[in-house]
């Protein structure tokens, strides 16, 4: 459709947003001087309606912008297979679904899955974080059920680690400059006189003789452009953010304009990036704007194009700053921590590696070995000589963030399923299963041969049996 202005052709062009703030946004910069904007309701009334006029090369046009609202949140059976005793769950991979999508899959493993186990299993356990046992679900999902399996594998370990005494000799030297402590090469022993006897021995003859001295430059290259799940792992280790809320907070700072679009696994930025005008945006900032100036200073030599982690999902970029704020009216604590994570990794991404230097002194003490790091020393007596004990120590509680980076080595890409939490099945921070025997039960049903459980055991009970 088109309308004559003037005698010249103008043509109507339709834009739509994936959300109303989104298509307010756009509309609000692209009418700026074009005489104002018009806003009108559309078919839906959550969806209005942005008219005003614009002008792309020499083509003058009407422009029209809408959005569409939403999200597909989950598919349905058909009624007749919607009870859970209507069929046999298996039937479930053949039942006709309301909306033939790519999530079909997932709908057709969860229910399935989830409907037999509940069925055949929930019966056969007392579960003492269950409020109401009859309305008990044991779901099952391809994300929720590899993730938990993290988590129960770690506790596993945890629960299994015997602790063992072990023997180690400390060193350290004390002057006017400070303390030197020195670690012993050998690590440890477990035999108690072995570690004796080399004790003795090094304190029979304390001298101590400078082997090697080692001066080294280090580097600490920056990180790769941000991907959701390194935005995930570091607002959990910075803030202690699980990564749900997380995610929130990124979705409201990208539906604002602030932040690029947060769902993405690229970590490379592509070359027709202009990353200058990203950085440039921020110079005005009354914290980190004079380290932006100097990253656009050539002079300074402090640019460094970004590395590229070697992932690209071919749909986004890497999460990066899209607009400048030095703090909005309206935002919590959250908002603006998550902000400046952003900011400060993506000026990070185009920085040069920061340089350090270290030096390592190796020493020799009645032919055992030791060494420290930091401190150029040339001969001493020990201050201090002495053997000390210790035992073992299981791996700790995975934290969120080292889910995360397991979920993601194995590529179960997924964000962590809520349910876990709101089940009982895991609790923050760091995440602990719940209810890890009767996963311990399930795992021993599904293991077994097919006589049928007898007795109910409570958790409590299993867990005081192992």
Same mark, same amino acid.
Request: net charge neutral; proline share 5%.
């Given at each position: 459709?088109?309308?004559?202005?003037?005698?010249?052709?103008?043509?109507?062009?339709?834009?739509?947003?994936?959300?109303?703030?989104?298509?307010?946004?756009?509309?609000?910069?692209?009418?700026?001087?074009?005489?104002?904007?018009?806003?009108?309701?559309?078919?839906?009334?959550?969806?209005?309606?942005?008219?005003?006029?614009?002008?792309?090369?020499?083509?003058?046009?009407?422009?029209?912008?809408?959005?569409?609202?939403?999200?597909?949140?989950?598919?349905?059976?058909?009624?007749?297979?919607?009870?859970?005793?209507?069929?046999?769950?298996?039937? +479930?991979?053949?039942?006709?679904?309301?909306?033939?999508?790519?999530?079909?899959?997932? +709908?057709?493993?969860?229910?399935?899955?989830?409907?037999?186990?509940?069925?055949?299993?929930?019966?056969?356990?007392?579960?003492?974080?269950?409020?109401?046992?009859?309305?008990?679900?044991?779901?099952?999902?391809?994300?929720?059920?590899?993730?938990?399996?993290?988590?129960?594998?770690?506790?596993?370990?945890?629960?299994?680690?015997?602790?063992?005494?072990?023997?180690?000799?400390?060193?350290?030297?004390?002057?006017?400059?400070?303390?030197?402590?020195?670690?012993?090469?050998?690590?440890?022993?477990?035999?108690?006189?072995?570690?004796?006897?080399?004790?003795?021995?090094?304190?029979?003859?304390?001298?101590?003789?400078?082997?090697?001295?080692?001066?080294?430059?280090?580097?600490?290259?920056?990180?790769?452009?941000?991907?959701?799940?390194?935005?995930?792992?570091?607002?959990?280790?910075?803030?202690?953010?699980?990564?749900?809320?997380?995610?929130?907070?990124?979705?409201?700072?990208?539906?604002?304009?602030?932040?690029?679009?947060?769902?993405?696994?690229?970590?490379?930025?592509?070359?027709?990036?202009?990353?200058?005008?990203?950085?440039?945006?921020?110079?005005?900032?009354?914290?980190?704007?004079?380290?932006?100036?100097?990253?656009?200073?050539?002079?300074?030599?402090?640019?460094?194009?970004?590395?590229?982690?070697?992932?690209?999902?071919?749909?986004?970029?890497?999460?990066?700053?899209?607009?400048?704020?030095?703090?909005?009216?309206?935002?919590?604590?959250?908002?603006?921590?998550?902000?400046?994570?952003?900011?400060?990794?993506?000026?990070?991404?185009?920085?040069?590696?920061?340089?350090?230097?270290?030096?390592?002194?190796?020493?020799?003490?009645?032919?055992?070995?030791?060494?420290?790091?930091?401190?150029?020393?040339?001969?001493?007596?020990?201050?201090?000589?002495?053997?000390?004990?210790?035992?073992?120590?299981?791996?700790?509680?995975?934290?969120?963030?080292?889910? +995360?980076?397991?979920?993601?080595?194995?590529?179960?890409?997924?964000?962590?399923?809520?349910?876990?939490?709101?089940?009982?099945?895991?609790?923050?921070?760091?995440?602990?299963?719940?209810?890890?025997?009767?996963?311990?039960?399930?795992?021993?049903?599904?293991?077994?041969?097919?006589?049928?459980?007898?007795?109910?055991?409570?958790?409590?009970?299993?867990?005081?049996?192992?």
């Amino acid at each position: 459709m088109s309308r004559r202005s003037g005698g010249g052709r103008m043509i109507r062009v339709l834009n739509v947003a994936e959300k109303p703030s989104v298509a307010k946004a756009v509309a609000e910069i692209l009418s700026r001087g074009s005489g104002g904007m018009r806003s009108r309701l559309g078919r839906s009334r959550y969806n209005r309606v942005f008219e005003f006029e614009y002008t792309i090369g020499n083509q003058a046009c009407h422009m029209l912008v809408t959005s569409v609202i939403g999200h597909l949140m989950e598919l349905e059976f058909d009624d007749r297979f919607r009870k859970w005793h209507s069929c046999d769950p298996a039937d +479930l991979y053949h039942a006709p679904v309301r909306k033939h999508v790519p999530q079909e899959i997932d +709908l057709r493993i969860g229910a399935s899955f989830t409907r037999f186990q509940t069925m055949l299993l929930k019966d056969l356990f007392v579960l003492d974080f269950a409020s109401d046992n009859r309305s008990l679900v044991l779901s099952y999902g391809p994300c929720q059920f590899p993730t938990l399996g993290f988590i129960v594998e770690r506790y596993w370990e945890i629960q299994s680690h015997e602790a063992e005494e072990f023997w180690t000799i400390n060193c350290s030297h004390t002057s006017e400059e400070g303390t030197a402590n020195f670690i012993w090469m050998r690590g440890h022993l477990f035999d108690y006189t072995s570690a004796v006897v080399i004790y003795e021995m090094c304190v029979e003859e304390p001298a101590a003789t400078v082997k090697n001295v080692k001066h080294q430059e280090k580097l600490k290259y920056p990180p790769y452009p941000l991907s959701t799940v390194e935005l995930q792992k570091r607002a959990s280790r910075f803030f202690r953010m699980s990564s749900e809320h997380t995610m929130k907070i990124a979705e409201e700072l990208y539906q604002a304009g602030f932040i690029s679009y947060p769902r993405t696994e690229t970590d490379g930025f592509s070359v027709n990036t202009d990353l200058h005008a990203i950085v440039r945006e921020q110079v005005a900032h009354p914290i980190w704007g004079s380290y932006a100036q100097q990253l656009l200073d050539v002079e300074a030599r402090l640019w460094r194009n970004p590395s590229n982690g070697g992932h690209a999902d071919k749909a986004h970029p890497p999460i990066h700053p899209t607009k400048f704020s030095a703090g909005e009216t309206g935002w919590s604590q959250d908002h603006n921590r998550l902000y400046e994570l952003v900011v400060r990794h993506f000026l990070a991404c185009v920085s040069q590696p920061a340089v350090g230097a270290e030096t390592i002194v190796e020493i020799d003490i009645a032919g055992e070995q030791f060494s420290a790091s930091g401190r150029v020393i040339i001969a001493f007596i020990p201050t201090s000589l002495t053997l000390d004990s210790g035992v073992t120590r299981p791996p700790p509680l995975l934290s969120e963030a080292d889910l +995360l980076s397991c979920m993601d080595k194995s590529f179960t890409f997924c964000y962590l399923d809520e349910k876990l939490v709101d089940t009982g099945l895991t609790k923050f921070f760091g995440l602990r299963p719940s209810a890890l025997s009767w996963y311990l039960e399930i795992a021993s049903a599904y293991s077994t041969s097919s006589a049928p459980f007898t007795t109910k055991r409570s958790p409590s009970t299993r867990a005081r049996d192992q």
